[in-house]
Every structure is written in structure tokens, then in C-alpha cells.
């Protein structure tokens, strides 16, 4: 049904920026799933959310994350784009995207990567000090 794949993950020394991307298949926004998150994840530790948006545009951060990421997207190219600016080697990690096929708590699903049904492979960041 849903399909996702993300880019723009790389290397960037602190403080730097990075804009990832979730390219939706078969397009974006898509009522079909009305939340689209990102989550990442360290070797040896749980998924952890980001950032979560659904399809009215409301948002949530996670807080150390809070003013230094930003979300763009549309239909132009069926793509979520998530800003990342000031990165710290704390961001560090294995970044997914995510989608849900219902609705919910939008702040609640930003800590529950259980709840979503669409995952893409991940994209690597590395911040560097």
C-alpha cells in the first residue's frame, strides 16, 4: 500500500545542518495516512520519536529537538522533508520514516513507534564534534 524511502542522511560537524527526506509512495499528503513521523534509533537502544505530523499540519517535537528541526512537504513531490538545523552529536543516530494508517493522540504516537504501519530502511546521521 504505503511505501517510504529516505534520504539525505550524511556526515555534518556540530552545529551544522541536514534536510532529510521520506519520498511516499503512492503520494503526499495522503489521507490513507494521516500520520507521518520520524523516529531514530542508536545501536543498542529503542526507537525514539522526533518529530510527528499529521495531515492538518499540527506537529510535535521532541524537545531537545524543539526550534532547531522544522518539517516541509506537499504534493509537488510527494516528500516530507524534515530541516535539521544546529545538529549535535546527541542527534546522532539511524533515522526512519514513519507512517500510520489511523488516527490518534499526536502526542502520544510520537512515543509509540509500535503504533505505525509503514516504515522506511533508515538514513544514516553522524555529527561530529
Known amino acids: 500500500q504505503v511505501k517510504l524511502v529516505e534520504s539525505g542522511g550524511g556526515s555534518v560537524q556540530a552545529g551544522g545542518s541536514l534536510t532529510l527526506s521520506c519520498l511516499v509512495s503512492?503520494?503526499?499528503?495522503?489521507?490513507?495516512?494521516?500520520?507521518m513521523a520520524w523516529f531514530r534509533q542508536v545501536p543498542g537502544k529503542d526507537r525514539e520519536g522526533v518529530a510527528i505530523?499529521?495531515?492538518?499540519?499540527?506537529?510535535i517535537f521532541e524537545d531537545s529537538v524543539k526550534d532547531r528541526f522544522s518539517f516541509s512537504g506537499g504534493n509537488a513531490a510527494n516528500t516530507l522533508y524534515l530541516h535539521m538545523n544546529d545538529l549535535q552529536p546527541e542527534d546522532t543516530a539511524q533515522y526512519y520514516c514513519?507512517?500510520?494508517?489511523?488516527?490518534?493522540?499526536?502526542?502520544?504516537?510520537?512515543?509509540?513507534?509500535?503504533?505505525?504501519?509503514?516504515w522506511g530502511r533508515g538514513t544514516q546521521v553522524t555529527v561530529t564534534s
Open positions: 514513519a507512517a500510520r494508517d489511523s488516527t490518534g493522540n499526536i502526542a502520544a504516537l510520537l512515543r509509540r513507534p509500535d503504533e505505525f504501519n509503514y
Open positions: 505530523i499529521n495531515i492538518y499540519g499540527e506537529q
Open positions: 503512492p503520494f503526499y499528503p495522503n489521507p490513507y495516512v494521516p500520520y
